[in-house]
């Protein structure tokens, strides 16, 4: 076992997440590397001061450079806005040190690439954090597909809704203020990266975006509310996206469909430890779907208990995602998703905005 | 009470189902106008004997102008197939007499239309058989959206999915030829029937039609396996529906998702009892989506059983679709859906496959 | 193809329901023998008459003597209170004329005896109407416990719990008074019959029955509001049933649980297309319940439909015992269930009120 | 903050959960009592020392006495085999630590009687880690019951089923060696103290416990493989629990329904985010189990995340309970379940198992 350095970038919900998850991961998987929680960065001194205590870091700055650069801190984690993830990543790669960056890679398409090519120029682990494709189910899904399960994939169709601003009357904030913020820089990442993950590159894409609710309490609404995507697969698989932040009722409705020649299956994140699974063989009158509890039998799920059935939670995944990061600084081998991968969705994603803006299809290698 | 003698065109599955609904309607319901099977049509003498006996028909005949015209044939249900609507349609209003028509309306937007000024010039009862949209669930939605019971609607999302030939080595029959058969003509009018009804009328539509499985043993298919829609409401809802013959795992995927200001509504026809309805109100502890088993409090429900939760199924649908075409007839008001909603149907179909082919969006004014 | 003449005792809730049922059938299942409505029978002649009217019959009478007596009268349905049971069907095995009888079999463990040796002296069809088990998906259980699919039955478990009472404040009512008309003669006899069905015979229970609200606006309550059994199978299976009109919430919940040494079954009438089985083969991986909907591959459904997932109601679970009354008189083969299993019912619910009173367990063969 | 000293006797499954919980719980809740991992205790020192490395803990022993004494060590958890149970806990108590025990909390009734003397003669903070009982859903469940929100509690029915020990042929191993291990002792105690917690105390069982497979590969089987409990609380209400470890198919089967006269509750671990509420309030029309997933709004739930349905696991549960133990250490304020309420669980199971032997009720009172 080797002691290794976590230096986190913020401190807010994704930083605590992350830090939680540093704190856990060497108990619950026994990994060969162990993080120490070395050192934490906010924007003012008083936060970083603050979150260096409740979640237990040695020490805390205002400055990232700082922490990029101390030398105790030996791998890095981007929980700060989408604006700053670009210089802090590079810094980082530039001194040799592994990053796990938040989502989305970065504030454009260009920053995206050039992300890739600095992670790619250093050759260290670079991982973005998708955590929601991390769950046990969602795993065993991409591994089910990957082993022919379903067959051929011919439907794909996924969604990312909530509604924690479903209520028109809810007051504007910096969360209906940029791209960033709205449903395709928020919400549709998520859930464009799981496509790529389970049915593969995505072609061309047919989009349409939309703000409802223009005008709340508190000022005018600049960013998208909902959106949806046509989109069709390298693989020749037709699919649809939907994305809200409006969906009255839906609390994480990060779900998928997927239909293939052979079987289909079906996921819904508001019952993570379930995947429904489908397979035309055997006689007719005993097929249907099977829904499938998480247990050890499955991928990424084997420490946490001894018998099936007891259940991750949110955290799990974040924990799992430490695991991985620290796996991928151990051994040199990338694990999905990493900075390429990052930036393939950051391309769907603005093809589809582009495809909005001009009510046609477009077709992802223009961007 | 006053017996009514009705003639069905066509004695296979769905005339059928007709005939048992005509037998049945009026110990269920009581209803004021008693059927009396008068009278069935099959192409051939023999087949039409053979469901004369096998439905109680006291009469049969392979010819269906002569079933029109006779005297005792008061009310007629065409369940023909679909290029021999329009005839029997026409000569049925010329005569004054009520017509229930299976859907689609007619075999061309042309057929429907010339369907509509003759039924709206006769002014007698004209219904399609659109038998989904009858189950008390549906009804009950489409009071609760009417009744402003979650807001203004800004998301529909549809979907009519089967897997009948979801096996690539299905063969190829009469189901894998023409247009009318195919997923568009066959599936989808079902649920865009459904949407108009719930949501209202569609403005405009991008579509997206395929066929997957081009070559089936026994020949080459002609005709779509499944396709999807962006859309459009008039009233300024984003939608999205799509249909399917090759949804593995699918076997009766009638089912909806709609979202409002103030709350939402699913339904799957799989398990039709059942309506899920959430409301942004009370508390946040307390909501979530509410499981509603259709029972008496509930549309069209009270006659078929003494409790909630007993359960009505298909046959229950067409049951209760004789009874509204009944009532239509007996107090000349119309019932949705009219051939002039059925005519609307056609038209969104119609700016679907134009789109698909232009790869634009499509008016549906402009159909 | 013979016509049969059908008199029905009765023409409230279950008379109306096998009258439609008697209707329907013919059509529905292309049945040998085709039912012809030939007199109802209620307590009072303007009440018969108007059932006369409502669902079609002939004739009407307020003497079931006379039904019985009718020489066009060939095939009975008893559909009357319990007390009258015996005597109408004495009289018609007198005859030799076959007996459709509702559920429960007689007014006491007596009567009932005595039911089952006039019915076999006769040797005429004999059915007791429990209805419920009739549903595809609780006949293909049976189908697939018998074929050994989940090995040897362990556990049991069963509920008929609806929420019809769960109001303190309702008001007592003839079904608050009389053994008959509460949970143990109401509810209990249908799950008991689905026990005896999927699991066979019991060989001893304990018993306990409650009145959770003695006192009801109107008056005092003289029968039970819900009861509990645990209870030993002669397989050797260990079991419990539940009975309530107070289970707020449950609207038909008719619902069991049966775990094998290699698979276990689910069911909930509440979504009485459904079927939900385990297996214990394959790879742990993907192993879970599936959720199998009834369809053309299960037993008793084809007729009603071309596809699975359209679904079954209650009225068809009505329709499908009228096919099996006839079927009975056609071949003269016994259907289940007979007077004698309906007898077997009878004497399990004695045992548990006895095991109740006494507070012990007890053997149904004292029964 | 102030650091406090945990010392965890064993290093097992459950060791383990707590070592992982107590390196989380601080960052996660921020807690003012900051957990140090200071010393493990393991039979065998090379054990002791695998799970220091392991776990992150500072010393190792294989001498839980030298554990208990060790200045550093300030609060304990007991997470060793069933019959240590006493003189641990005796032990640290005489010393003024506190103290978490693992379920079931002593040996024998007379162990945890005198465990209980000791906790509260020491009046430091105790408590039993039946873990289950803190999840959101189940703290939400407790809290609607305890505001009236389904009225009077009528009927309770539990149950706690697992299948490891499904198969007939998994080879005998300790677990199926001692009461301890059967049904009765290690899975009862959870679903009982989650009746204790729901619906209160129990005034007395009527039990049935079984062994059904008594020879396994391997040796014979001393102990029971399922179990059943019909019981009556002291408030009134008629209930029903099962255990059982060959429940095929039944993976985390800690499951219960709790009928009021106002509504009722459902929820099964297997889903372990969903609450399921009914309520006899509002129009008939919109009424039924509202799926309630647990969030913000929730008990015990803020911490994990920002928004609803982001879902908890079983680990959160575990790091709920550090979180209570720890506030019960700073406030002095006992915290369901005390070392009392895991005594009063042992009175109800030794009450079942003398029932089952006496074939009679039992009284809890004499226990």
């Known amino acids: 076992m080797t002691e290794i350095g976590i230096g986190i970038c913020g401190g807010g919900y994704m930083g605590k997440a992350h830090a939680v998850a ?106 973005v954090g998708f955590n929601y494709v991390r769950t046990p189910a969602t795993q065993f899904a991409r591994k089910l597909i990957a082993d022919g399960a379903i067959g ?93 932040r409006i969906a009255t009722g839906r609390k994480m409705g990060y779900a998928y469909e997927i239909t293939g020649t052979k079987g289909a299956i079906r996921f819904d994140q508001e019952d993570q430890n379930a995947l429904w699974l489908y397979r035309m063989d055997g006689p007719e009158e005993t097929r249907g779907f099977v829904k499938i509890l998480t247990g050890p039998a499955h991928p990424d799920y084997e420490p946490f208990c001894q018998g099936p059935g007891h259940g991750t939670g949110y955290q799990d995944q974040i924990i799992i995602e430490a695991r991985d990061f620290l796996r991928a600084i151990e051994t040199g081998e990338a694990v999905w998703p990493t900075f390429r991968d990052g930036h393939e969705v950051n391309r769907v994603i603005a093809a589809a905005l582009a495809s909005s803006e001009a009510k046609s299809w477009k077709d992802i290698n223009s961007f």
């Open 22 to 127: 540093m704190s856990a991961v060497g108990a619950v998987f026994n990994t060969a590397l162990r993080p120490r929680l070395e050192m934490v960065c906010a924007s003012r001194s008083e936060s970083a001061e603050r979150y260096r205590a409740a979640f237990g870091f040695a020490r805390a700055t205002a400055d990232w450079r700082a922490l990029v650069a101390d030398p105790k801190v030996e791998a890095i984690v981007i929980a700060t806005p989408q604006d700053t993830h670009r210089d802090i990543a590079e810094a980082a790669f530039a001194l040799g040190k592994p990053v796990l960056c938040e989502k989305p890679l970065g504030a454009s398409i260009a920053d995206g690439a050039a992300m890739v090519s600095a992670a790619e120029a250093a050759g260290v682990a670079n991982m």
């Open 152 to 244: 051929k994939v011919t439907w794909f169709r996924g969604e990312h809704t909530e509604d924690f601003y479903a209520d028109p009357e809810a007051s504007a904030s910096w969360r209906t203020q940029g791209m960033a913020n709205g449903t395709m820089g928020d919400l549709a990442p998520h859930m464009v990266n799981a496509a790529l993950a389970l049915s593969g590159p995505i072609a061309k894409v047919m989009g349409e975006v939309e703000t409802v609710h223009a005008e709340r309490p508190g000022g005018r609404v600049t960013n998208d509310d909902h959106a949806q995507i046509m989109c069709r697969f390298q693989n020749g698989a037709m699919g649809h996206m939907y994305f809200s």
